[in-house]
């Protein structure tokens, strides 16, 4: 059916407005102006969907956006910073699954489609179905739900199987057509299954690799399903978030010096157990000599990390850093590509307490003045500054570009107790001679530090 030049309008003016968001959103400053422009390319989107003339269904429809946009308005304005990767989770499997559930609505219509078309739509179910389910696991890991990641007797095999099954079932829906019912359901029900236990095993620092993974699976399975429905709006808009999602999960991955198969096949949790023993002792430090040797610092160079989040201390730790220059002393936050437990997690909950951006730096930006520092201060960082990263090609994070945070000549570590990181690997940083551990809740902690700077004037 030929569509009015108004709706494809309405379309293409969304289809930019997506565009032009996104390149807001590669910039901190331009973030904000990006989201709220990709909103209204979304809102001109729909509106140009219901312009569509003998469009049916309008009750459903407008039920269904006034139910979803209330939720997702009032989880958006209660979600806290800390719990934002696992809205970022959910949401990802949301729209891999709407994908996947407009490809179910197409076969039970039995439209009559292309063979191209029917291979797109089954390539975009697929990818949506495992994108739902994975994503779901990774919410509730993320969330707490889940405890721990669960690794199944001869994973990689299983998860081979499960995808070989998968695909011959796709294939099977292309060359047989979607008139048979017992198909269709053994192929979504062996999607959903793949998603779920390719995702189980996986943990720690893979975490945010995995979600930038499934969020590109949902951009290309939207893309797809925009294909079946001759909706250049979803097209594109699905193919922009594939390709974006897609180059980013890559630059994660070689930001851990690990390949994506090692991420879903070996993941850092299966892992553990490896590298080798660490040696040194573990020396304490007070808020009175912590407070003193930043005080009387040249250079300052704050990691934070997770542990920063869960305790909310973004804001002390600006108002410490504040202190800090107040007093002359230049300093500067360092921010590790995985710190966190999704892209860009650091630096939004900096920005969140209003570090100014100029004073944020990546890892390729700051890593080299590291060695010219007086004190680098890691908040609830760990992985991401433990240097048997360099050294020991026993450990399982080997090769992981890291903070060259020992590097600097005074090392002060805000943790709250003497565990291991996330990952499960010893960190050799917190024995080296430089290296002085705060213990306690970053907040209480980094407010301790506040009162000693205020009281050294």
């Avoid at 001679?433 to 902690?445: E, F, K, S, V």
Wanted: aromatic share 6%.
């Amino acid at each position: 059916m030929s569509l009015p030049l108004y709706v494809q309008g309405a379309w293409f003016g969304g289809a930019v407005l997506f565009i032009l968001g996104l390149q807001g959103m590669g910039s901190p400053a331009k973030a904000r102006r990006g989201i709220v422009l990709a909103g209204y390319g979304m809102v001109l989107a729909i509106a140009g969907t219901f312009l569509i003339p003998g469009l049916g269904n309008l009750g459903l429809m407008l039920a269904a956006l006034a139910l979803g946009g209330s939720i997702a308005w009032t989880s958006g304005r209660r979600v806290k910073m800390t719990d934002m990767p696992q809205m970022v989770a959910i949401y990802n499997g949301m729209g891999g699954g709407a994908a996947a559930a407009i490809a179910a609505v197409e076969f039970a219509r039995g439209t009559s489609h292309g063979l191209l078309a029917t291979s797109l739509a089954v390539i975009g179910a697929l990818i949506g179905a495992v994108s739902f389910t994975g994503s779901c696991i990774a919410w509730a890991k993320l969330q707490g739900v889940m405890k721990k990641a669960l690794r199944l007797p001869a994973q990689n095999a299983l998860n081979l199987a499960l995808a070989a099954v998968t695909a011959g079932l796709a294939l099977a829906v292309v060359l047989l057509g979607t008139g048979r019912p017992e198909l269709l359901l053994a192929f979504f029900a062996a999607a959903l299954l793949l998603g779920l236990v390719v995702t189980l095993p996986i943990g720690g620092a893979d975490m945010p690799v995995v979600i930038s993974l499934f969020n590109a699976f949902t951009g290309l399975a939207v893309g797809f399903e925009g294909y079946v429905l001759g909706n250049p709006a979803l097209i594109i808009a699905g193919i922009v978030v594939g390709a974006a999602g897609t180059l980013l999960t890559q630059l994660m991955a070689k930001a851990m010096n690990r390949p994506l198969s090692n991420i879903l096949f070996t993941p850092l949790a299966a892992a553990v157990g490896g590298g080798e023993a660490v040696s040194g002792t573990l020396k304490e430090v007070g808020a009175v000599d912590a407070a003193a040797l930043m005080r009387y610092a040249s250079r300052v160079i704050v990691v934070p990390g997770y542990g920063m989040a869960v305790a909310h201390a973004q804001h002390k730790v600006w108002e410490m850093a504040v202190l800090l220059e107040e007093a002359g002393v230049e300093v500067k936050f360092a921010i590790h590509p995985v710190a966190g437990r999704m892209p860009g997690h650091m630096n939004v909950l900096l920005a969140e307490a209003g570090v100014p951006y100029d004073r944020i730096f990546d890892l390729e930006e700051i890593n080299g003045e590291f060695a010219q520092a007086d004190v680098a201060l890691v908040i609830g960082a760990n992985d991401v500054v433990n240097p048997v990263a360099r050294t020991d090609k026993s450990s399982p994070i080997y090769g992981m570009p890291i903070l060259n945070a020992d590097q600097a000549q005074n090392v002060i570590v805000v943790k709250r107790g003497k565990g291991t990181g996330y990952s499960g690997v010893e960190n050799a940083l917190f024995y080296t001679d430089n290296c002085r551990m705060l213990y306690g809740d970053a907040q209480p902690a980094i407010a301790e530090v506040i009162q000693q700077l205020k009281a050294l004037g």
